[in-house]
């Protein structure tokens, strides 16, 4: 999912089609309200999603109070992961704001709303579009009157980066007026949240979502009255401030490359999670920069020396090389992935089809941001689809018994054999590490050296 965006172009053609096509989602928001197919939509999407990661972190939950009328602030580092991961975190069904172009289809709109994502639009599509908002944000504050969830990416674009971009006005557009037609007593609070991934791409890799603590609307009350605009500017500084208390923010973007590396060397050492550990490194580095850059630039020209080094030997700032697996134990985990070589050759042989599937999707999407997405949505659609096809196959072939079999077989053994080909490599890079230290001890301490932050 694409975050606030764009628009659709009007046309001269009258006043009532010109409002029905700058509005694809017409100004029914019964249409967002409770959805049975939506919650079974949700509920193997969460389990697609607890495949697809290792481990899902969720902080601040108690934050949520959805007796509320609440908008959920969030940064937008992966397409629609993001919002799979807040939508799990929340008992209704929150409604999304996205990019309008994707509207444009009536069959695309219709497929939109019933997975309750509303448009927003864009300045880069057009002065004119932008009155379209207006129409958007009437129905987000009518949702919020009706206690339904809103979820917003106010940055306004997807960031992939380690960092949040300005945040822009849409949540005071919204939430503001509402409140203030209701004398402010609808008690309307912005969550900001932060999602952060160890690393975005990977499969089996973590995320953390955290939610702060409510922005109350109520305390922008008195300025609105006196000043409408100054009051939605505080509000969108204030939910800025939040947002970037809660992730993994690197503003200096001169050194983005190097912070990093210091947090891929440094933080899965720290014994606190890889969330904290990375904002510890950012800040330890960024008072390094502010009150001492002489020692900032030193540690900076360490890290490119390092990496350097590291790309000689085929290593990256990915590999644990500070505390490098011994022989002994790459043999150990070598043994089990041997003996169970046959069933990931079974998992990989039955499910070519999904992989070729999942492959021509790919290829649809130009941006490397959109592979955790297809990945997902492939394990949610196209692997489904599949173990169905291959299974009423076998039973025309076979019988309907081995059918049965099959139908259980063919996506647990599927799903391990790209589990054991994560293992693999994870134990091809220990290899190459184990070597590298043995070879050139002198050239491994020297690296260990350079790439602390201290």
Not at 370 to 379: L, M, Y
């Amino acid at each position: 999912m694409q975050p606030i965006a764009a628009s659709v172009v009007i046309r001269k053609t009258g006043t009532s089609q010109a409002r029905r096509e700058m509005c694809p989602i017409g100004c029914n928001i019964m249409k967002y309200e409770y959805s049975k197919g939506y919650e079974i939509v949700r509920f193997f999407e969460r389990i697609t999603l607890s495949l697809h990661y290792r481990k899902i972190v969720y902080k601040g939950t108690e934050n949520i109070n959805e007796d509320h009328p609440v908008i959920f602030a969030s940064n937008h580092r992966n397409a629609v992961i993001d919002p799979f991961l807040l939508l799990n975190a929340c008992k209704k069904e929150p409604v999304f704001l996205a990019r309008a172009d994707i509207f444009r289809k009536p069959v695309v709109a219709g497929i939109m709303k019933w997975l309750h994502i509303m448009p927003v639009y864009r300045i880069r599509d057009g002065v004119e579009s932008l009155g379209n908002n207006n129409e958007s944000f009437r129905s987000g504050g009518e949702l919020l009157k009706k206690r339904i969830p809103m979820a917003l990416y106010p940055e306004g674009k997807h960031n992939p980066k380690m960092s949040l971009l300005p945040v822009q006005k849409a949540i005071s557009r919204i939430v503001l007026p509402i409140e203030a037609s209701e004398g402010f007593t609808l008690n309307s609070e912005v969550i900001p949240v932060g999602v952060h991934y160890p690393d975005i791409f990977e499969f089996l890799s973590d995320a953390y979502v955290v939610f702060g603590k409510p922005i109350k609307v109520a305390d922008y009350q008195k300025q609105y009255e006196e000043n409408p605009n100054l009051a939605a500017n505080r509000l969108r500084r204030d939910l800025e401030k939040r947002m970037q208390e809660l992730i993994v923010n690197i503003w200096n973007d001169e050194f983005y490359d190097e912070y990093v590396w210091a947090i891929d060397w440094n933080a899965p050492r720290s014994a606190k999670d890889h969330l904290s550990a990375s904002q510890d490194v950012v800040r330890a580095l960024d008072e390094m920069y502010q009150q001492d850059r002489a020692s900032f630039d030193i540690h900076i020209e360490n890290f490119r020396n390092a990496n350097r080094m590291l790309k000689k030997y085929r290593l990256s700032s990915k590999d644990n090389v500070v505390q490098p697996a011994s022989t002994a134990s790459i043999i150990w985990q070598l043994l089990p992935l041997i003996i169970s070589l046959p069933v990931s050759v079974f998992g990989f042989a039955n499910g070519i089809l999904p992989i070729l599937g999942y492959r021509k999707l790919l290829g649809v999407f130009k941006d490397n941001q959109f592979i955790p997405t297809v990945r997902v949505v492939s394990g949610l659609f196209i692997v489904p689809l599949f173990v169905l096809i291959q299974s009423l196959a076998m039973g025309f072939i076979f019988n309907w018994q081995w059918a049965a079999v099959y139908f259980f077989l063919m996506p647990a053994t599927f799903y391990f054999a790209c589990w054991w080909r994560k293992w693999a490599k994870s134990l091809v890079r220990k290899w190459r590490i184990n070597r590298f230290v043995k070879k050139f001890p002198d050239k491994w301490e020297k690296l260990t050296g350079l790439i602390k932050t201290e």
